[in-house]
């Protein structure tokens, strides 16, 4: 487990700012403790200080994980969020949509939403924006990326894509069925 390199640290906070802009400072500087972010086998974590500390005396040969993982760098060092993170950006997130029940299941199955499965979008939504979507009842579902902008949405055809998935909390469940 090691630090973040510049090249590292920019392109992660690049993917963060699209979901939670500049908010990244709340995740670091938290009133329960300094957190960071370390590197693991290409993937990244979030952890505290503290914990970071106590973990240097694991080999790393025996260190599997520690703390969250917010994603994991691919082989062209693109940045892909898991769904891991959704806990800790949802609550700092500039842009939500908010998913009519029927759109639910649909999404967690791992499809895009369409019009019709929209409740409501958050005012000022700029086209390609990092969204957390949510249920009617507030609860965070996952990520994408708004295909439309607001303005757009409103005068878009019912069965018109508003919104890309990126990630959802299903996707426990279907790789686990994978898996077996």
Same mark, same amino acid.
Request: charged share 25%; with cysteine.
């Given at each position: 487990?090691?630090?973040? /390199?510049? *090249? *590292?640290?920019?392109?992660? @906070? *690049?993917?963060l700012?699209k979901?939670?802009?500049e ?5 670091i500087?938290r ?15 979030y ?8 973990? /240097? ?12 993982? @917010?994603?994991? @760098?691919?082989? /062209?060092?693109?940045f ?12 700092y997130a500039?842009?939500?949509a ?13 499809n895009?939403i369409?019009k ?6 958050? *005012?000022g /939504? ?9 249920s009617m009842?507030?609860t965070?579902?996952?990520f ?9 949405c409103r ?7 508003v919104?890309?998935h990126q990630a ?8 686990e069925?994978?898996?077996t």
């Amino acid at each position: 487990m090691r630090p973040l /390199t510049e *090249e *590292e640290t920019k392109i992660l @906070f *690049e993917k963060l700012a699209k979901y939670i802009g500049e908010n990244i400072k709340l995740l670091i500087d938290r009133p329960d403790g300094i957190y960071c972010f370390r590197l693991h086998r290409d993937r990244i974590y979030y952890v505290s200080e503290e914990i970071m500390k106590r973990a /240097t005396n694991v080999c790393r040969d025996n260190l599997i994980s520690l703390g969250v993982c @917010f994603g994991k @760098f691919t082989k /062209t060092k693109k940045f892909r969020l898991h769904v891991t993170a959704l806990d800790y950006l949802a609550p700092y997130a500039k842009f939500k949509a908010w998913l009519k029940p029927g759109a639910e299941q649909s999404f967690l199955y791992g499809n895009h939403i369409l019009k019709s499965g929209l409740g409501r979008i958050t *005012e000022g /939504t700029p086209k390609y924006q990092g969204v957390v979507l949510c249920s009617m009842s507030d609860t965070p579902l996952g990520f994408g990326v708004a295909a439309k902008s607001t303005a757009e949405c409103r005068h878009a055809d019912p069965m018109s894509i508003v919104a890309f998935h990126q990630a959802d909390v299903g996707e426990y469940l279907r790789n686990e069925d994978t898996l077996t």
